[in-house]
Each structure stands twice: as C-alpha cells, then as structure tokens.
C-alpha cells in the first residue's frame, strides 16, 4: 500500500508540474500573436492559461503553508509532551503489587 501511495504521488506531482509548465510555455510562445479584436481565441486561451497558473500556484502556496504548519505543531506538541506529561505507573515503570 505504501508504494501505491508513493506511485501516486509521484504521478500526481508529475501532472501539476506539467499542466504549470506547459501553462507557461503557451503563454510564452503566443504573447505575441496577431489579436483579432475582442473575441480573439488565442487571448481566451491565454487568460485560461494565466488562470489556471494563478490557481496552481495558490493551491501550491496552501499546500507549503499547510505542511509548515503541521511540522511545527508537531514538534511543538512533542516538546509540550515531554515537559507537560503526567507521571503515571506505566511511564514510570512501576509494579503495582497488592
């Protein structure tokens, strides 16, 4: 299950760099064009291409912030853990004989 986790988050990492790049590449490549006028096809597609650039980028952006975030409380709760833990038979190692 581990490795099938693994596979698809590679495979999922790959489509997003490759939706970005390519993205990015469309915009390059036609930021030049002859415009037609106002419904020019090439500028809708470039203004989806902008959007869809935008909208990985802030999904990447919450992502990074998300993952920081979940580490910190993490390592902030283990040291709050191991000051603040109550002392009980079990983490102390004691019998309890009767």
Do not use: Q, W
């Amino acid at each position: 299950m581990n490795r099938f986790k693994r596979i698809t988050v590679i495979i999922i990492t790959a489509l997003i760099a490759l939706a970005m790049f390519s993205s990015a590449a469309f915009i390059a490549a036609e930021s030049d064009h002859d415009c037609t006028g106002e419904d020019c096809a090439v500028c809708c597609a470039i203004s989806a291409c902008v959007n869809a650039f935008k909208t990985l980028t802030a999904a990447f952006t919450a992502m990074s912030a998300g993952v920081c975030a979940f580490f910190v409380i993490r390592a902030a709760l283990k040291i709050c853990g191991d000051v603040y833990s109550p002392a009980t038979p079990v983490s102390l190692k004691t019998k309890l004989l009767n």
